[in-house]
């Protein structure tokens, strides 16, 4: 059973910048896709981020695109968003996931705020 571990949240100024990191417990050569949800409270969890395992291919939410940057480090087993240009709703926790199969990581809380 593959094990994702977040880091990287913290609370940052509106306008500010951040990266969270997902370090897998395994290869994740052997990963098709990865990527990042979040959920805001009394949300539903939403689509953010998401790319291959070659990272040729990335796919943003609308609400994100031109701000976060995914990308992925094989030889680390880590996958990344970068976060720019941060927004108070973008204030939510965030989720690390792999398919296939899905598997989630415990998430890690990113506030916005002044």
């Known amino acids: 059973q593959v094990q994702l571990v977040e880091s990287g949240g913290g609370l940052v100024q509106p306008g500010g910048s951040l990266r969270l990191s997902c370090a897998a417990s395994i290869s994740i050569y052997s990963i098709d896709l990865m990527g990042w949800f979040r959920q805001a409270p009394g949300k539903e969890r939403e689509f953010v981020a998401r790319?291959?395992?070659?990272?040729?291919?990335?796919y943003y939410a609308d609400s994100v695109k031109g701000r976060f940057t995914i990308s992925r480090n094989n030889d680390k087993n880590t996958v990344y968003l970068k976060m720019n240009s941060l927004r108070p709703e973008d204030t939510a926790v965030y989720y690390c996931?792999?398919?296939?199969?899905?598997?989630w990581g415990q998430g890690t809380q990113v506030t916005v705020s002044s």
């Open positions: 996931y792999k398919d296939p199969p899905r598997a």
């Open positions: 790319i291959t395992w070659s990272g040729d291919y990335t």
